[in-house]
């Protein structure tokens, strides 16, 4: 450790404990004189990798947004603040308690990270999962624990959503572990550990308060690496990839969509039309059979041909439409 002290002849004359300097001799400090002092891990990032990681998470907080907004049917937005690296002690100072804090890990990834939500804000979505609208809830009562349960749900959904965004070899799995109400009283590891902190406005009913993420640097550094090694492939990967299709969001899954299958014309004169009745049978060409129109919300995408499976009528997809 270097000391704080010149290796003056004064110095070394001074009783205390022997210490080795920096120049190559010793000489002997009071203990008040010497300080700890820790390497730390903090993220050595680019400043583009810095700029790509705020992005990700940008695009990630919409994404996040847009999957509790169909959960709680109702709109819920979230908008990213600030994404910068902190040791605990400044996210103690910089966090006020009383809050509601979520400890959790994500499988395989190594530390524990922190889910903090402002207590106003977790009453509001509290009161919204329970029918309410979220307009004028009492932000000063604490948390219960019936309400603690269902913003685990709440949570573990985001977290699910976090997770699924990451384009990661292994699979990520979140898993809660606990619960603390004061920052102060945190156990993330060493004095030496950073973390990324990631700071979010979030907005619903008459409520717009703070969210914020808490996850170590050396538990995000191998998907910060992968990001950004795909970022900067050889152009001829990228455009293998975009060929592929695009990525899927998941916030999707549960939206209703109606697919219609139809035969875009059928010949027919006037006259023979103003004679159908119930009964009568309208004859088409074995064409038509083969070119059964598959539309999606009103557009065609899909051409397919008219046939049955186990004793149902189905359409087999033959070719994709290209618009």
């Not at 809050?99 to 889910?115: A, D, E, S, W, Y």
């Not at 959503?161 to 009283?185: H, Q, V």
């Not at 695009?246 to 139809?262: E, I, T």
């Not at 119930?278 to 064409?287: A, R």
Request: aromatic share 6%; proline share 7%.
């Amino acid at each position: 450790m270097p000391p704080t002290m010149s290796d003056t002849p004064e110095t070394a004359e001074v009783a205390g404990q022997k210490v080795h300097l920096w120049r190559g001799g010793q000489a002997m400090l009071p203990p008040q004189a010497i300080h700890a002092f820790g390497a730390g891990q903090t993220a050595a990032l680019s400043s583009n990798e810095v700029h790509r990681f705020k992005s990700h998470n940008e695009v990630l907080a919409r994404s996040v947004a847009a999957r509790l907004s169909l959960f709680l049917r109702m709109e819920f937005t979230l908008e990213l603040l600030s994404l910068e690296v902190v040791d605990l002690q400044k996210f103690i100072q910089i966090t006020p308690a009383p809050r509601h804090m979520i400890l959790f890990k994500i499988n395989p990834l190594q530390g524990t990270c922190v889910f903090d939500i402002a207590p106003a804000l977790g009453l509001s979505l509290v009161d919204r999962m329970l029918g309410g609208k979220a307009f004028s809830v009492n932000p000063n009562r604490p948390i219960r624990e019936v309400e603690t349960a269902l913003l685990d749900q709440l949570t573990m959904i985001a977290l699910k959503e976090w997770c699924a965004y990451w384009k990661s070899d292994d699979e990520l799995t979140p898993a809660m572990i606990g619960y603390e109400r004061n920052p102060r009283f945190l156990h993330l590891g060493g004095p030496e550990e950073t973390f990324y902190h990631i700071s979010m406005e979030a907005s619903i009913g008459d409520c717009v308060n703070q969210l914020q993420m808490l996850m170590p640097v050396r538990g995000l550094n191998p998907l910060l690496r992968k990001i950004n090694f795909e970022a900067e492939a050889p152009a001829e990967d990228k455009a293998h990839k975009t060929a592929v299709g695009p990525r899927w969001n998941a916030a999707y899954d549960n939206v209703p969509l109606r697919v219609s299958a139809h035969w875009p014309h059928i010949d027919a004169r006037a006259r023979d039309l103003l004679k159908l009745k119930v009964g009568d049978v309208i004859p088409v060409t074995p064409d038509h059979v083969n070119k059964v129109q598959i539309s999606l919300a009103g557009q065609t995408k899909f051409i397919g041909r008219l046939g049955s499976v186990d004793n149902k009528c189905a359409i087999e997809i033959t070719e994709a439409v290209k618009h």
